[in-house]
Nanobody, 125 residues
Framework: QFRVEESGGGLVQPGGSLKLSCEGS????????VVWFRQAPGKDREGVAC????????DYSDSLKGRFTISRDIAKTTVFLQLNNLKPEDTARYFC??????????????????WGVGTRVTVSS
């Protein structure tokens, strides 16, 4: 069964950092764009960041740029989301999604064909 899997969430104090990972199960994420999303309790899902298959193009939500960084490992099979200077309002379930193509243009959810179940991030003192 093909799916993507997230890991790395947890409880962190305000100002802290976490690094989330996204991997493909049954396939490699190489050559596919990957998008990170998050959904806070009672709120809609929002796009956080996107990276293309080669790791050369990234795109971020304007409100999160500067604190969050998306990247790939050298083999390009794992996509990371580095979360820095976390705030309580960053508390959410973070999801990754594989796009069917190798591009980040368009709305965040466009062409996402595989979704993970997410990893929970809680920012609290």
């Amino acid at each position: 069964q093909f799916r993507v899997e997230e890991s790395g969430g947890g409880l962190v104090q305000p100002g802290g950092s976490l690094k989330l990972s996204c991997e493909g199960s049954g396939f490699a994420l190489t050559n596919y764009a990957v998008v990170w999303f998050r959904q806070a309790p009672g709120k809609d899902r929002e796009g956080v960041a996107c990276i293309n298959g080669g790791g050369t193009i990234t795109d971020y939500s304007d409100s999160l740029k500067g604190r969050f960084t998306i990247s790939r490992d050298i083999a390009k099979t794992t996509v990371f989301l580095q979360l820095n200077n976390l705030k309580p309002e960053d508390t959410a379930r973070y999801f990754c999604g594989r796009r069917s193509g190798n591009y980040c243009s368009g709305p965040p959810e466009y062409a996402v064909d595989y979704w993970g179940v997410g990893t929970r991030v809680t920012v609290s003192s």
